[in-house]
């Protein structure tokens, strides 16, 4: 009995694996291997040009253009906010970047807003069991679908000053100019292609809820409010949740949208992306870079708000969440003990509880 144990002890060095953890390492080895390839190369990439700046200018040593690349360490970020460069923006003359910032930011807030509402509610239509559901299926997620630089440009013959817009409203706005109107028919054409994403995520959610709890609930006399407030949202939250920061994180970088609707240099709809690719574009690879880190930087910031102030559970791991919500019990009860928070070794295997 007591060599079982020693030996189940032996097979469980981590408190949170059962026993499979060479497996599952050996399992997503590939995957990960793409990822480091795909994603870590241009990351180490980017930080290496950051700390470089290409020479330009005459030579004074030899007369000729300058060429290759210099060490400046921080220098391309402390010039970003040194030597300011004003432009007009929607939101007033500002920093170049100060006003990238806030485009990003007001895109992202507005259009995961938007596609939050609409996305529920095309997901509680597409859950409805009615004649002809695979075709408004298949219909809702047919913007999702189609090419992102596509759509910029069907939206764009949309919005031009002949287009279909201006003869529906009757009006002669310059949609495509810009002004305020461009980062409405950005928002427009966005919650147009990636609403049905949200959309697609929350119908996943909606369909694991028992309907016998909805049945249980019109017994009880809950109205259809009521059922979608305390049964609906509460149940589809995780799902929605992710949803929405998935939607969040992509709308934060967004670049072909803008970039094939109303084009480069136009400040009222110039993200922080738009403005790395035209530096880059212009050689100065240095403070692209460092734009593009500045990007990065405020994208994982905003990931880890959503993780921690709205339990975001982009793994998904019911031991993990077992362990964790151990863990707070113990710190619970110590503290209302008024004792130091001793946490005991939890073990955890697949199919069971935290014990």
């Known amino acids: 009995m007591a060599t079982a144990q020693a030996t189940e002890k032996k097979a469980k060095k981590n408190p949170l694996s059962d026993g499979q953890g060479s497996l599952a390492a050996a399992l997503i080895s590939p995957t990960l291997a793409v990822i480091l390839f795909v994603v870590g190369i241009p990351i180490l990439m980017s930080l290496r040009e950051a700390v470089y700046r290409k020479n330009d200018g005459i030579d004074p040593n030899t007369g000729q253009v300058a060429s290759g690349e210099t060490f400046v360490g921080l220098q391309n970020f402390t010039d970003i906010f040194a030597n300011p460069q004003s432009v007009p923006g929607v939101f007033g003359i500002m920093d170049r970047l100060v ?100 959309g697609l995520l929350t119908l996943a959610g909606l369909q694991t809820i028992p309907a016998e709890v909805y049945e249980a609930a019109k017994v009880d006399g809950a109205s259809a409010w009521q059922q979608f407030t305390r049964i609906t949202l509460p149940m589809v939250k995780p799902a929605l949740v992710v949803a929405v920061l998935f ?8 670049f072909d949208l803008p970039a094939g609707m109303i084009g480069f240099g136009k400040y009222s709809v110039e993200t ?26 405020y994208i994982v910031f905003v990931a880890f708000l959503f993780v921690k102030l709205l339990g975001a ?43």
């Open 313 to 355: 559970d982009v793994v998904g791991d019911d031991e993990l969440a077992a362990v964790r919500a151990q863990r707070k019990r113990q710190k619970a009860a110590a503290k209302a003990a008024g004792q130091k928070p001793t946490l005991a070794k939890t073990t955890v295997t697949s199919g069971s509880s935290a014990t």
């Open 247 to 254: 939607r969040t994180l992509d709308t934060m970088r967004m």
């Open 99 to 198: 006003n990238a910032f806030l485009n990003t930011t007001f895109f992202t807030i507005v259009c995961v807003l938007l596609e939050t509402v609409l996305g529920v509610a095309m997901a509680l239509i597409m859950a409805k069991a009615f004649r002809g559901k695979g075709l408004v299926r298949a219909a809702i997620l047919v913007p999702w679908a189609i090419p992102t630089i596509v759509s910029a440009k069907m939206w764009g013959l949309i919005f031009d000053s002949n287009g279909v817009m201006n003869k529906v409203t009757g009006q002669d706005t310059l949609w495509l100019a810009d002004g305020p109107q461009s980062q409405w028919a950005i928002i427009m054409a966005d919650v147009w292609k990636t609403a049905p994403f949200i």
């Open 272 to 297: 922080v992306s738009l403005l790395a690719y035209q530096e880059n574009n212009n050689l100065r690879y240095g403070a692209a870079a460092a734009y593009s880190i500045i990007l990065f930087l």
